[in-house]
Nanobody, 124 residues
């Protein structure tokens, strides 16, 4: 079983930056695709970014391209999300997720393991 724990959320002004971290425990996720999703109040869980097991392939939602960067450190069993030029519409609970089949997809149903989420609030 994989346990994922996110950290780094908080309150930031429009145009600011935040860096999220997610550390896995229980077993290694070095062969998993790792991803970030987010969920705003009253909305569904939306794909943000994903990175394949070796970091060779990343994909992003159109809404965050050029502003967010996903990375991973397999030695630390961790995935990160650097968020720059934040906008109020980025406000959401951010979740990290792991797909043991490493499909690299953007569909939440492909991910077996989820963290508890961390709140990101961007003030206007």
């Amino acid at each position: 079983q994989v346990r994922l724990v996110e950290s780094g959320g908080g309150l930031v002004q429009t145009g600011g930056s935040l860096s999220l971290s997610c550390v896995a425990s229980g077993r290694t996720v070095s062969s998993h695709t790792l991803a970030w999703f987010r969920q705003a109040p009253g909305k569904g869980r939306d794909f943000v970014a994903a990175i394949t097991w070796n970091g060779a392939i990343t994909r992003y939602a159109d809404s965050v391209k050029g502003r967010f960067t996903i990375s991973r450190d397999n030695a630390k069993n961790a995935v990160y999300l650097q968020m720059d030029s934040l906008k109020p519409e980025d406000t959401a609970v951010y979740y990290c997720a792991a797909d043991p089949r490493s499909r690299g997809g953007n569909y939440y149903g492909e991910y077996d393991y989820w963290g508890q989420g961390t709140q990101v609030t961007v003030s206007s």
